[in-house]
C-alpha cells in the first residue's frame, strides 16, 4: 500500500510563491506521481506530473507558473508555484500510480491513478 502525505500549504497573498511537498513511500522503480487540485464547487484538476525517468507533463492552465519536481532520495515530490492567483486557491493532492509510463495527457486523469494523498489547502487572498 502507498502512502501519500502532503504538506506545505497555506495563505499566501496574489503574486506570490509557495512550495508545497508529498512524501511517498517508496514502492516500485517505476511510476508516475502526480499533483492535482480541487476548488469548492470544482471538479479535481490535473496539474502536473513526472514519471520515474523524470519526464514531466504540465497543464497549460498553469504552465509557466507550476514546476514538478521529485526528489529521489528523499522520496518527496515538490511543486513549486509562483505568480500565484486569487483562482489558485484549492486543496491540492498528490496522486501515484505504478507501472512504466510516459507522461502525457493520461497524466492528467484523475481515475489513472490508484493512491492518494490527504491533501493540502490553498489559499491565496
Known amino acids: 500500500h502507498v502512502q501519500l502525505v502532503e504538506s506545505g500549504g497555506g495563505s499566501v497573498k496574489a503574486g506570490g510563491s509557495l512550495r508545497i511537498s508529498c512524501a511517498y513511500s517508496?514502492?516500485?522503480?517505476?511510476?508516475?506521481l502526480a499533483w492535482f487540485r480541487q476548488a469548492e464547487g470544482k471538479e479535481r484538476e490535473g496539474l502536473a506530473a513526472i514519471d520515474s525517468d523524470g519526464r514531466t507533463a504540465v497543464a497549460d492552465s498553469v504552465k509557466g507558473r507550476f514546476t514538478i519536481s521529485n526528489a529521489d532520495a528523499k522520496n518527496t515530490l515538490y511543486l513549486e508555484m509562483n505568480s500565484l492567483k486569487p483562482e489558485d486557491t484549492a486543496m491540492y493532492y498528490c496522486a501515484a500510480t505504478l507501472g512504466s509510463r510516459v507522461v502525457g495527457a493520461w497524466s492528467f486523469e484523475p481515475y489513472t491513478y490508484d493512491y492518494w494523498g490527504q491533501g493540502t489547502q490553498v489559499t491565496v487572498s
Open positions: 517508496e514502492y516500485s522503480s517505476s511510476y508516475c
